[in-house]
């Protein structure tokens, strides 16, 4: 084996160790689909489902706030056709509120400082969003 297929098969072992922790890491539903709800830090994805859309959300803080990052697709697309971006800035304790045409609702929150992003199921009140 020449050194430069031995490395070649060195990063590709890395590469495959990489995304079998990934996998390992994220449960996954019985319909195969990876589920994190989520509090998560900057960076880390939460993944779930919203009436009949995926949803993938991830966010970079910057000046206090959540800059928000979500993606929306439908669940019978396998092409990725359907998909939809949104991004938002939400202050510490601040709620997004996601609708689908089913009416149902995902609810996205900033944690306090900017230090998370997590799903909550009900909206706080007014005072402690700052609306």
Known sequence: MTPSTRIQLLRFAAAGAIVALTAASVPARSDGRPVRLGPVGP???????????????????????????????????????????????????????LDTPDNDTLNLMCGD??????IVSKALPASATGF
């Open 43 to 97: 960076l880390e994805p939460i993944m779930t489902t919203v009436g009949n859309q995926n949803v993938i959300a991830f966010y970079r803080p910057g000046d206090g706030h959540c800059n928000i990052y979500v993606v929306l697709n439908d669940r019978a697309d396998a092409r990725g056709h359907s998909g939809t971006q949104l991004r938002v800035s939400l202050s510490p304790r601040q709620i997004v509120h």
């Open 113 to 118: 400082d900017a230090e998370t992003l997590a």
